[in-house]
């Protein structure tokens, strides 16, 4: 019986059928009875976010929506932004086959970098080339905006701001399904592989019993989505076991470029090679990383660290290239001529053309213009075989 006028609290409570108690999310829920204006008391059941390409790690991760985090008041509608995106590759206007794909997720865990597979897929986002007016190149901003309302309906709208295009589209709220056998096989394997890899005897044993259940119960729907949440549970411990690993030798190789940074910005300038150089600048960046080393080590990000490594070896490069005449832009150069038919060019008699073009530079001393080639050269790789540093 619900007392009118009041908050009627329920608490849930599962067994199994030899009566032990099982988690349950959610545990509990309130009836208002008799009261108006409920739809502006609506908050979101779910963190919302989407999967995110992190360089970092090399594979695609949760990144929250900023804005539309769990138990946030609907009321007519709530938005949530995700800036600072960038394009992977580029999309030709006209193009049906130049794809950006963006899955969506929603979930309980918020965490940025986090396995999307902790959550529960929406729906994905597909834009291609058809509808954008002109090419979209690759590493262009992407701005993301989400707008949830009481509906099943999500409005999804895509700025590319280099191209002054914003793509809006809608995105229907798809009901939690079961999972596949074969995907519940196959994420439990992956998991496994990990365990083993970070020595996580605990979780390996758990995901055993997992296979078992699924042998049991993979004709269930129910049984499926039992292991999916044990799976997600086991997941969550490999995260933090991945990153308790990891941290030695990331916080290392961090300690390892800057040390090596400063030898050689100490070498520039015992040898007086600074002349070409903005010391001003190359100081300031030193003690910027200095100042974000002490953070990232007190709090131990991996995340950060590694970008910071990327960072510091990119200044690395730069100074060594510009106190050699451009020597690293020619080493690269003639690494790419002695590798050639390594690579899946999109255009193998223009790569061609370029390297020629710039070995006879660099055979007559005009080094200043081999990055340029090796910028036209690196739009010529696939994706997969491009170098990790960008070039610009």
Known sequence: MLIEGKSNAFEINVYDETGNKLDCQPNQFTIIQGIGGLDKMQ?????????????????????????LEKNKQIGKGIVGVIDNLYTRSDIRAGMR?????????????????????????????????????????KGSPVNITIRVDGSSLMKFSAEFPTIEHVEELEVEI?????????????????????????????VSQNLETLEEQLENEKGSADGKMKILDGLRKELLKLDGAEKATEWPKVEQDLKD??????????????????????????????????????????????????????????LDFELRNAVTGNAMDVQFLRHLNDSFETYH????????????????MATNGRTSGIRQILVELISLMPENEKPKETLG
């Open 257 to 314: 470029a800057f040390y090596e940074l400063e030898d050689l910005i100490e070498k520039i300038r015992n040898n007086s090679d600074d002349g070409d150089l903005n010391m001003e600048s190359v100081n300031a960046h030193i003690q910027e990383y200095r100042t974000k080393i002490e953070h990232i080590l007190r709090e131990k990000n991996t995340k950060d660290a590694k970008e910071l490594t990327r960072e510091i070896g990119q």
């Open 97 to 137: 086959t130049d794809i950006i794909r963006i899955p969506i997720y929603q979930g309980d865990y918020n965490a940025e970098g986090t396995n999307p597979l902790l959550n529960n897929f929406v729906n994905e986002v597909v834009i291609t080339g058809e509808t954008l007016p002109k090419v979209l190149p």
């Open 174 to 202: 798809k009901n939690t399904e079961a999972p596949e056998e074969t995907f519940l096989t196959n994420e439990i394997t992956k998991a496994k592989r990990t365990a083993q890899r970070v020595n996580a005897d605990d």
């Open 345 to 360: 060019w999109k255009d193998a008699t223009k790569a061609r053309q370029l390297i020629n073009q710039g070995l006879q």
């Open 43 to 67: 908050v979101l059941p779910y963190h919302i976010g989407i999967g995110k390409w992190f360089e970092t790690e090399q594979k695609d991760l949760f990144q929250p929506a900023k804005g």
